[in-house]
T-cell receptor
Framework: QKEVEQDPGPLSVPEGAIVSLNCTYS??????FMWYRQYSRKGPELLMY????GNKEDGRFTAQVDKSSKYISLFIRDSQPSDSATYLC????????????????FGKGTLLTVNP | EADIYQTPRYLVIGTGKKITLECSQT?????MYWYQQDPGMELHLIHY???????EKGDLSSESTVSRIRTEHFPLTLESARPSHTSQYLC??????????FGPGTRLTVL
């Protein structure tokens, strides 16, 4: 079983739709959760970063973490054609010294297309 | 916007050639990483460095090597390229915080 599972899609939605992207994980040591956005022919860029269970909102984006279910989500409200990209979840565990372990484990990414 | 650069952006070479993929960052970050990304697959960590003269192999076995002689520079070398090395190679750096900043990637094709 892979440590991080993410449905690769592709996902195609009309402009204005609410998009839900999800990842599940099996390693209970993961405590830090991130969502990266990767446009075609570019490197990933950090979109959202969260540590605790619950919701974190930033503009049209909401990251949700449920550690009891080992499940994280990214919601995009009022989706725009400019949101068309691959969205990668990533996570990492706590290091031996108590701080974060630097190495990230990524999902496969979900390719999202928002149609005007 | 992060200042991390990768050259070349695209490279097509023949089997057996030695190649070096360049990665530079101007943010003074201690930690740097090389990932391999194939279409529809996860990013896999192949090398990382926590500072000058520090290099470690990542989770994915790779025939490449790296060096870290200067803080800002983290080149990746393939001594003898093979078609199985065809992939996208992404470099990232990280400072005191938890954010990894990625370069634009090098798309390598070995014929």
């Amino acid at each position: 079983q892979k440590e991080v599972e993410q449905d690769p899609g592709p996902l195609s939605v009309p402009e204005g739709a609410i998009v839900s992207l999800n990842c599940t994980y099996s390693n209970s040591a993961f405590q830090y959760f991130m969502w990266y956005r990767q446009y075609s022919r570019k490197g990933p860029e950090l979109l959202m970063y969260t540590y605790s269970s619950g919701n974190k909102e930033d503009g049209r984006f909401t990251a949700q973490v449920d550690k009891s279910s080992k499940y994280i989500s990214l919601f995009i409200r009022d989706s725009q054609p400019s949101d068309s990209a691959t969205y990668l979840c990533a996570m990492k565990s706590v290091g031996n010294s108590g701080g974060s372990n630097y190495k990230l484990t990524f999902g496969k990414g979900t390719l999202l297309t928002v149609n005007p | 916007e992060a200042d991390i650069y990768q050259t070349p952006r695209y490279l097509v070479i023949g089997t057996g050639k030695k190649i070096t993929l360049e990665c530079s960052q101007t943010m003074g970050h201690d930690k740097m990483y090389w990932y391999q990304q194939d279409p529809g697959m996860e990013l896999h960590l192949i090398h990382y460095s926590y500072g000058v003269n520090s290099t470690e192999k990542g989770d994915l076995s790779s025939e490449s090597t790296v060096s870290r002689i200067r803080t800002e520079h983290f080149p990746l070398t393939l001594e003898s390229a093979r078609p199985s090395h065809t992939s996208q190679y992404l470099c990232a750096s990280q400072g005191a915080g938890d954010t990894q900043y990625f370069g634009p990637g090098t798309r390598l094709t070995v014929l």
